[in-house]
């Protein structure tokens, strides 16, 4: 089974910035789109960013231009740059595949304070 470890998250005020990376397992990582997924308390998980394997990157309207997100396919890493961070950017960040996705990690929680 896949294996995905999120890490990078913390608490930072609202206007700053964190840097996510995302471990994952499986030797057809470089071939598949990844995504960036978010939980926020109370709510249900959503897509917020997403990359081909090719590096093409896609963002949701509330998050684009503050976030990026990228891959590194030699190391199996994806990042998800978050510059601008607001309070409602809180939340637990997860990564997967855009496609099949059959596990899902622990996150790595996010908090934006006012």
């Known amino acids: 089974q896949v294996q995905l470890v999120e890490s990078g998250g913390g608490l930072v005020q609202a206007g700053g910035s964190l840097r996510l990376s995302c471990a994952a397992s499986?030797?057809?990582?470089?071939?598949?789109?990844m995504g960036w997924y978010r939980q926020p308390p109370g709510k249900q998980r959503d897509l917020v960013a997403a990359?081909?394997?090719?590096?093409?990157?896609n963002y949701v309207d509330s998050v684009k231009g503050r976030f990026t997100i990228s891959r590194d396919n030699a190391k199996n890493t994806l990042f998800l740059q978050m510059n601008s961070l607001k309070p409602e950017d809180t939340a637990v960040y997860y990564c997967?595949?855009?496609?099949?996705?059959?596990?899902w990690g622990q996150g790595t929680q996010v908090t934006v304070s006012s």
């Open positions: 499986g030797s057809d990582f470089s071939i598949v789109a």
């Open positions: 997967n595949r855009l496609n099949y996705q059959t596990h």
């Open positions: 990359i081909t394997s090719g590096g093409s990157a």
